[in-house]
């Protein structure tokens, strides 16, 4: 009986491990996110900000309607593609720690607490999440389907803003979707102890994956240290970047990964076109590279205060980065 019981345990797990990876493989596409796109060496400009605070968070819905945020509350939006820029105060005594432009008139910002505003930021609401908790980033899929990073876990709304379920436990980085239903995410955590003195952190990082649109997320189980950056060209394929300056790729969905190799820089942020294309903030400026990050060479140097640690691709050729004293660029195809 004992035999007979393990026996029908072992074909369960077997045939449940084989739907769960039918599943994923059955909705993985090979198709591009961004088809056709020839990313050539290309020049950024430096836009006026309105402000020489240290910047925290952009976010553009288009090529020409964005926000960035400022210092204690304050945010600056744009319908020009950074051209001209108007300087709102919500009233919120915190730096956010996010922003989020769902359209040309719904913004989103957050640290303690959710603000929403659907007026172009004239007026601001607090959302139903409490106000104990810390946000650290907000994503949106579509006009309703949203996400939070939280202090508590990962959090998924379905109206716009109005209400959030819990998705996961895991507080969410570099959360962005593939297609329809397949979705990534990452994990993890680096000691305190061992930032900065050390140059080989002992952290630990893993990519998290969603089949259904992000209702529910599984771990991959990588074996690497803290991830800081994530780019999925595909539902199968992406690149991503650690705190010990390792670049990796992965072909099959985050369940295992090839080392592109140690770099010389650290990876702020990645954002890849296709298998060979691909652009990396580096903190001292932005570099492209041609061969699927083998090498890459610099398409922007910075060489003013502090440094470049975030940029936003609202489309594949057009990006816009921010840095330390209120520095804004945007890239000029």
Same mark, same amino acid.
């Given at each position: 009986?004992?035999?007979?019981?393990?026996?029908?345990?072992?074909?369960?797990? $077997?045939?449940?491990?084989?739907?769960?990876?039918?599943?994923f493989n059955s909705k993985a596409d090979d198709k591009l996110i961004h088809p056709d796109i020839d990313l050539q060496?290309?020049?950024?400009?430096?836009?006026?900000?309105?402000?020489?605070?240290?910047?925290?968070?952009?976010?553009?819905?288009?090529?020409?309607?964005?926000?960035?945020?400022?210092?204690?509350?304050?945010?600056?939006?744009?319908?020009?593609?950074?051209?001209?820029?108007?300087?709102?105060?919500?009233?919120?005594?915190?730096?956010?720690?996010?922003?989020?432009?769902?359209?040309?008139?719904?913004?989103?910002?957050?640290?303690?607490?959710?603000?929403?505003?659907?007026?172009?930021?004239?007026?601001?609401?607090?959302?139903?999440?409490?106000?104990?908790?810390?946000?650290?980033?907000?994503?949106?899929?579509?006009?309703?389907?949203? $996400?939070?990073?939280?202090?508590?876990?990962?959090?998924?709304?379905? @109206?716009?803003?109005?209400?959030?379920?819990?998705?996961?436990?895991?507080?969410?980085?570099?959360?962005?979707?593939?297609?329809?239903?397949?979705?990534?995410?990452?994990?993890?955590?680096?000691?305190?102890?061992?930032?900065?003195?050390? @140059?080989?952190?002992?952290?630990?990082?893993?990519?998290?994956?969603?089949?259904?649109?992000?209702?529910?997320?599984?771990?991959?189980?990588?074996?690497?240290?803290?991830?800081?950056?994530?780019?999925?060209?595909?539902?199968?394929?992406? $690149?991503?970047?650690?705190?010990?300056?390792?670049l990796y790729k992965t072909t099959d969905g985050g369940e295992s990964c090839t080392l592109i190799g140690k770099k010389?820089?650290?990876?702020?942020?990645? $954002?890849?076109?296709?298998?060979?294309?691909?652009?990396?903030?580096?903190?001292?400026?932005?570099?492209?590279?041609?061969?699927?990050?083998?090498t890459f060479n610099p398409e922007y140097g910075y060489n003013g205060r502090g440094q470049i640690y975030d940029f936003?691709?609202?489309?594949?050729?057009?990006?816009?980065?921010?840095?330390?004293?209120?520095?804004?660029?945007?890239?000029?195809?």
């Open positions: 009986m004992k035999k007979l019981i393990f026996s029908l345990f072992v074909v369960s797990l $077997f045939t449940s491990c084989e739907k769960l990876q039918f599943g060496v290309s020049n950024w400009i430096r836009l006026d900000s309105l402000t020489e605070s240290t910047l925290s968070d952009v976010s553009f819905c288009d090529e020409n309607n964005g926000m960035i945020s400022g210092f204690g509350g304050t945010v600056y939006t744009t319908k020009n593609g950074g051209e001209t820029w108007r300087t709102i105060n919500t009233n919120a005594n915190m730096t956010f720690l996010s922003v989020y432009t769902l359209d040309e008139n719904t913004f989103f910002t957050a640290r303690k607490g959710l603000y929403k505003s659907t007026d172009s930021g004239t007026s601001w609401r607090l959302c139903k999440l409490s106000t104990d908790i810390s946000i650290f980033e907000i994503w949106f899929k579509d006009s309703k389907i949203g $996400f939070i990073s939280s202090g508590t876990g990962t959090f998924r709304t379905t @109206d716009a803003g109005e209400t959030w379920s819990k998705v996961s436990d895991a507080i969410a980085k570099n959360l962005q979707f593939t297609s329809e239903d397949i979705g990534y995410f990452t994990y993890g955590s680096t000691p305190i102890s061992e930032f900065p003195t050390s @140059d080989i952190f002992a952290g630990h990082g893993d990519i998290y994956r969603t089949t259904n649109g992000g209702k529910t997320w599984k771990t991959m189980g990588l074996e690497v240290t803290e991830i800081q950056s994530l780019s999925f060209i595909s539902d199968k394929v992406g $690149f991503f970047a650690t705190n010990d300056r390792s010389e820089f650290y990876s702020y942020d990645l $954002f890849f076109v296709n298998e060979n294309q691909g652009i990396v903030c580096t903190g001292n400026g932005i570099s492209i590279t041609q061969d699927g990050g083998s936003e691709f609202p489309s594949p050729k057009i990006g816009y980065a921010i840095g330390n004293y209120g520095v804004v660029l945007k890239r000029i195809p």
